[in-house]
């Protein structure tokens, strides 16, 4: 607030143009306007002051470091979220200055870990130490699954492993319709990683928590239909359009009311 105050009466003094009204009942206009000034050069409004006592104009929440955490390969895209949302809400919620993913460089082709997703990615953040550590707070527990952090839900659902395929399509194509219809962040995990058996599926899902319901119930409706569908032919992107459009109408016309009730 401080720091507010200081650029208001700078501007006001170059301008001139100080107050003339005196709303505090203290001395006159011209005094009222400069108390923050005097109270920050003497140190009384603790503006930007450091440990030392010395003033910086420059740092207004004081001093900021950067910190480069690592995390696991495979969770980048947890991280990223639906078109970078979710790794842009975790920097506003920690109040952060930056927090993004360091790109991979000098990497070779023949570099498996590409491929496989083994290994760490790094992740950079800049800020005060305070946001700083809360960010590093906010990435960690969404890597684990927890999306509460940033205001967010977010669900495991079983699924059998026969219809992990089908599920996934090809390319992922019917994930990824089955992220932008839901507006949520969408995964398939799989044994034996993230603590499953093998043979073991589970799809993950997270985002604002109207939509994670509302993914919830498309995804069991549309589990339940592979057992009517050959489990031969994998749905068609025809198939599944016409499913998602059966889907649109009703969900609006419903005024969002919950479908497909499992």
Partial sequence: GMAGGLSSVTGALTQGQLPMQNSSGGGPPAMDALQPLISA?????????RPEGELSAFEPDGPKEERIIEVPARKKGHLLGLHGQTIEKIRQTSGVIKCHIIADRGQLPTDRRRS?????????????????????????????????????????????????????????????ALKDLTSTYLDILQGPQEGLQVGEAQLFIAGPHECVERAKNIVSMLLSMMDHVPASGDISPEALGSVLNALIPANSAAGGAEIGRA
Avoid: Y
């Avoid at 050069?41 to 002051?49: E, P, Q, T, W």
């Avoid at 550590?133 to 026969?162: K, N, T, W, Y």
């Fill in 41 to 49: 050069i003497l140190g009384g409004g603790n503006l930007n002051a």
């Fill in 116 to 176: 496989d997703k083994e290994g760490n990615i790094q992740v950079q953040i800049f800020g005060t130490r305070e946001h700083v550590e809360a960010c590093q707070d906010l990435v960690e527990r969404v890597v684990a699954g927890d999306h509460s952090g940033i205001g967010h839900s977010s669900v495991f659902m079983p699924v059998d492993p026969s219809k992990v395929n089908r599920l996934r399509g090809d390319h992922w194509q019917v994930i990824n």
